[in-house]
């Protein structure tokens, strides 16, 4: 009870609409299931007098809820709401129309027999809260699935983003420069020479070279996380996903990459393991 509701209980546009559908809802229910006794107090007028009589009440009620929501949004952008203030903030609202229609009856009784003033305030406390909570729990609930449902979209969006800017590996040079980006799924391996590094990839369905002036080791500080590229030699980071065949020679292992003319690559001792254990992820 100590913790701060969520926003969208008190945003304007949802406390408008809020206000409307607590005014629909108690306009249609008053009318259509004239609960409580309520038709069997003015007996003597039409249906049709009846529903503009009762839609006059009620509206005039819900001007409670409106002075009352403009408070709370008010209060709100200085202060935090918290869910026993706003359990307490509905309870006045229910006691202060409750006190408007207790007003009202006493003032125009039924069948002009007046009636006690706390029996009066008692039914119309029981009325308020029944015709106010349910309306109130419905909003509360629709407001929450769309909070949660733009969750979901910001997280997908999210998600989709980072899997995009996976799918496109960026190589700068060593002074951080963009030089080239490559879809990782064109992308082949990268060997490197002294302070340079060859980027073999495939372009329109033939292999390519970029050279670059960068280390391997850069690369497989940065661009080896959460993507299938993985260093497997000193001289050779490869594409996991284009590994079509692991073959144990003499030498140790080599890899077959899916694309013609491309040599076979070499897994040293150094990077056995680590290679080995990020390969297993990528060979279901």
């Not at 299931?33 to 038709?39: L, Y």
């Not at 039409?46 to 929501?69: C, E, H, N, P, Q």
């Not at 699935?145 to 700068?172: C, D, G």
């Amino acid at each position: 009870m100590d913790g701060k509701i969520p926003a969208y209980l008190y945003e304007k546009s949802n406390t408008v609409k809020m206000i409307l559908f607590t005014a629909s809802f108690a306009l249609l229910f008053i009318n259509l299931f004239q609960p409580f006794g309520s038709r069997d107090w003015y007996p003597g007028i039409s249906d049709i007098k009846y529903f503009a009589f009762s839609s006059l009440i009620i509206l005039t009620g819900m001007l409670v809820v409106v002075i009352s929501r403009v408070i709370l949004t008010s209060y709100s952008k200085k202060h935090d709401v918290l869910y026993w203030q706003f359990a307490l903030w509905i309870g006045c609202e229910i006691v202060a129309m409750a006190i408007f229609y207790t007003l009202f009856a006493r003032f125009f009784p039924k069948d002009g027999i007046e009636r006690d003033l706390s029996e009066i305030f008692r039914q119309s406390l029981i009325n308020t809260a029944l015709v106010l909570l349910l309306p109130y729990a419905i909003t509360w609930l629709y407001f929450s699935w769309k909070e949660k449902s733009k969750l979901l979209e910001h997280i997908e969006q999210v998600k989709s983003n980072e899997t995009h800017a996976r799918a496109l590996v960026a190589f700068p040079d060593e002074k951080g420069d963009l030089k080239i980006s490559i879809m990782l799924d064109n992308l082949l391996y990268v060997e490197s020479a002294d302070n340079y590094a060859t980027i073999n990839y495939m372009n329109k369905s033939k292999q390519s070279r970029f050279l670059l002036r960068n280390s391997l080791k850069w690369m497989e500080e940065n661009l080896t996380k959460d993507t299938p590229l993985t260093r497997c030699h000193r001289s050779y980071i490869v594409n996991m996903d284009k590994v079509k065949i692991l073959k144990k020679v003499k030498g140790g292992i080599v890899l077959e990459l899916d694309a013609e003319n491309t040599p076979e690559i070499p897994v040293s001792k150094t990077y056995y393991d680590s290679f080995m254990k990020k390969f297993s992820r990528y060979s279901v």
